[in-house]
């Protein structure tokens, strides 16, 4: 649809105005309150998300946001040199303690998708509810989340819920080298499990990064490592961050 590829186009060119903009921005407000306005952009060879790979290519994640008293909307995108895989995100989350309630929009813009069509039956949008918890007294983090509309369905047609729960621990050896690792598992018959099979462990993670400083700026340098149980599946990804 020509309407369908000239709002994906406007989409990911206001990408580029908002990640131009947004430092300039942030230094005009140097000597004033804190920028609410962030974005950032990150190089990977290879997109992992929840014991998955996606893409044949490196592909770029540019990020623009805005966050303040506890709530943050941002929108994310992922987009392989090669073409071979295309995400847009738009998401709203609230903090308070140590919670994190977020929302978020899922949207893949396949061949013949339509960004403006929000159907349940027929929608290439998903919408995701997740739940963090982040204790103050350990280095830990546990994520809940579940689908509740749109392109999650299972063999009937229903509303699968596919839901997802994670736990992971965090070591920062100095403000320089941080190491991770994960445990996540789909919680019922979902997209994780290919709407097959209920509870099951579907990624194992282990993530090392290493922040450089050039000219005052943090570059955070990462490599992960994900075995998906279920697919039985390996991959690796190698990522460099810039963000202001």
């Given at each position: 649809m020509q309407y369908q590829r000239v709002a994906f186009g406007f989409l990911r060119k206001l990408f580029v105005i908002l990640l131009v903009c947004i430092p300039a921005f942030a230094f005009a407000q140097e000597d004033e309150k804190e920028c609410p306005f962030y974005g950032s952009v990150e190089i990977a060879s290879k997109y992992i998300w929840r014991g998955t790979g996606n893409g044949d290519s490196p592909l770029v994640h540019p990020t623009v946001g805005f966050a303040k008293g506890g709530w943050d909307v941002y929108v994310w995108g992922a987009f392989a040199f090669d073409d071979s895989y295309k995400e847009l995100n738009i998401g709203v989350?609230?903090?308070?303690?140590?919670?994190?309630?977020e929302l978020v929009d899922y949207f893949y813009p396949e061949k013949g998708s339509d960004f403006f069509n929000f159907s349940n039956r027929s929608t290439t949008h998903s919408?995701?509810?997740?739940?963090?918890?982040?204790?103050?007294a350990v280095p830990i983090h546990v994520i809940v989340g579940s689908?509740?509309?749109?392109?999650?369905?299972?063999?009937k047609g229903n509303n699968a819920f596919s839901s997802y729960g994670e736990v992971g621990y965090t070591h920062e050896f100095n403000e320089k080298n941080i190491a991770e690792a994960a445990v996540g598992f789909s919680l019922n018959k979902g997209y994780y499990t290919d709407y097959e099979k209920g509870f099951?462990?579907?990624?194992?993670?282990?993530?090392?990064?290493?922040?450089f400083t050039?000219?005052?700026?943090?570059?955070?340098?990462?490599?992960?490592?994900?075995?998906?149980?279920?697919?039985?599946?390996?991959?690796?990804?190698?990522s460099l961050s810039f963000g202001f």
């Open positions: 989350s609230y903090s308070f303690s140590n919670f994190t309630i919408a995701e509810v997740i739940l963090y918890y982040e204790p103050e689908t509740i509309y749109g392109d999650d369905k299972n063999e099951s462990p579907v990624n194992l993670t282990a993530a090392y990064t290493r922040i050039l000219w005052n700026y943090d570059l955070p340098v990462s490599a992960r490592y994900a075995y998906n149980p279920y697919l039985e599946k390996s991959y690796f990804a190698l």
